[in-house]
């Protein structure tokens, strides 16, 4: 066999290997029903300002819990593992990353789109993670 004959069939074998490890590491979005069916699941919603919101450093510094609305107006407890991202309150829209156990959702990433305090046409995004906030 050629050498050039060998190199395309390891560089075909290696690019399905990166197409394949990067289809398996992505997750889908959907709503809290869809999660319920078990799997890693992106969720995009709207915090229940009107249902509490568990927050306190100094018992646990690593469980913040509140509600939210997914885009279907299901709403559940959501219990992310982590410190309470700064200006939690103001968030517009959150997408969440976790999946859904005992009938919470725990989450281990949040993503929040929140109004820009300088100008109405702007928005901010601030992401927080549970791995890098409990380190």
């Given amino acids: 066999m050629k050498k050039s004959a060998i190199f395309g069939i390891v560089t075909i074998a290696v690019a399905i290997a990166i197409i394949i490890c990067t ?7 959907g709503t809290f029903r869809d999660a319920e069916n ?3 699941l992106h969720v995009i919603g709207h915090l229940d300002k009107k249902k509490e919101m ?3 450093a100094a018992k ?11 885009t279907l107006g299901n709403e559940r407890k959501v219990v992310f593992t ?5 200006d ?4 517009d829209k959150i997408v969440l990353t976790g999946q859904m156990k005992n009938g919470e959702f725990q989450a281990s ?4 789109k929140c109004p820009s305090k300088y100008t109405q046409d702007k928005v ?8 890098k906030a409990s380190i």
């Fill in 23 to 29: 289809y398996g590491s992505s997750s889908s979005y």
């Fill in 38 to 40: 078990g799997g890693q």
């Fill in 54 to 56: 568990i927050y306190d």
């Fill in 60 to 70: 646990d510094a690593n469980y913040f819990s509140f509600y939210m609305r997914d």
């Fill in 82 to 86: 982590g410190t309470k991202p700064e």
């Fill in 88 to 91: 939690f309150d103001r968030s």
């Fill in 109 to 112: 990433h949040i993503l929040m």
């Fill in 124 to 131: 901010e995004v601030t992401e927080a993670d549970a791995k």
